[in-house]
């Protein structure tokens, strides 16, 4: 696992067979705190986990508002990723409100997301 608060290229997702799996495959597990939905599933051969995020255009039309809503998603979960700390995980976070959040809200949801899949791993251990 990384140290310090940092999103480098090896923690996003950007090879499609992982997208595919983790949006397809029976393995993936999904969550929400509004207005974010989290669907993650453990991943093999790597030690970091990696994310993506996703704001679709039904919810949001203009694209500054979608750009804002992704860095803003993005930090909230560079500041927090180390809530989680167990296996390596993909990581999905969806967007699924048609308005903007103030970066406090976001950072709520992103903690309290966090938090749950935490949980929830150490249940299933």
């Known amino acids: 696992m990384s140290t310090g608060n940092t999103l480098p290229k090896t923690e996003r997702i950007h090879h499609k067979k992982l997208i595919d799996s983790l949006f397809g495959g029976g393995k993936s597990r999904s969550m929400t705190v ?3 939905r989290l669907v993650y599933m453990p991943m093999e051969g790597s ?3 990696q994310m ?6 039904r919810c949001l039309h203009r694209a500054n ?3 804002r809503i992704k860095r803003q998603v993005r930090e909230a979960y560079r500041l927090n990723k180390g809530l989680i700390s167990s296996k390596p995980l993909a990581l999905a976070f969806i967007w699924l409100d048609s308005k903007l959040w103030s970066s406090n809200e976001v950072t709520q949801c992103m903690v309290s997301l966090l938090k749950r899949v ?3 791993l ?3 251990d």
Do not use: G, I, Q, T
């Open 34 to 36: 509004f207005p974010l």
């Open 47 to 49: 030690d970091d986990n």
């Open 52 to 57: 993506l995020v996703s704001v679709p255009k």
């Open 65 to 67: 508002k979608r750009n």
């Open 118 to 120: 935490e949980e929830k």
């Open 122 to 124: 150490h249940e299933n």
